[in-house]
Structures are given as structure tokens and as C-alpha cells.
């Protein structure tokens, strides 16, 4: 599956981005989607997955109620809508996607197999 992220930019703090992830290649509700981030000088951080069918969602605690996962597997399109946006929320985001994964899982980057370029998010103060 190819994967491609967009929907980042400039917002000020408070703010709101929705970002997207198209899939083509195979269907998207084979897989568990999950969205990361990496900041400048940082490592790729877990933010947000869903399973194929929605039903369970899981998010970082730096996140929660803020950002919202979600997916239409008919527009093979996962979505993180992002309110009160702050600055430490800078960062490249990546949608990734998963044919299996564990539970306990769902935060690590080495459990997705398949990742999009990325889309910057930059916050502003």
C-alpha cells in the first residue's frame, strides 16, 4: 500500500489543522492506521492509531482531547483533526499502516510497516 499525508501548515496556537492520508494500491481496511510525528532533533513519537474497523482508537496523552483519528475505509482516507494546536505540537506528521499488530503495540513505529512522506505542522507562538 502507498500512503500519502497532507493537509500540514502554518497555524497559530489554539488553532485547528485536519491532516489526511490517502492509500492506494490495496484497500485500506486491511490495515491498522497509525499517525506519528517527529520534531527537529527528536525521535518519532507515537499520536494516534485506529484499528481497521474504528472500533478501537488509541492515543498519546499528550494528544488526548485534543486530536481526533479517524478513517472511511470507502474513500480509503485516514484523517487526525487537531484542535487547540500548541507550539510543542510542531512537527512532522507521518500516517502509517499495519496488516496486524498487537494491542500493546499500536504506540510503536516498528509495528508499521508501511509509512507516507509526511506533512509539516508548525505552530506558532
Known sequence: VQLQAFGGGL???????RLSCAASGRPLS???MGWFRQAPGQEREFVAAISWTGRDIYYAESVKSR???SRDNAKNTV??????LKPEDTAVYYCAATR????????????????????????SS
Open 11 to 17: 497555524v497559530q496556537t489554539g488553532g485547528s489543522l
Open 30 to 32: 486491511s490495515y491498522v
Open 67 to 69: 486530536f481526533t483519528i
Open 79 to 84: 484523517y487526525l483533526q487537531m484542535s487547540s
Open 100 to 123: 496486524f499488530v498487537n494491542s500493546g503495540n499500536y504506540p510503536k513505529p516498528t509495528s508499521y510497516g508501511y509509512w507516507g512522506q509526511g506533512t509539516l505542522v508548525t505552530v
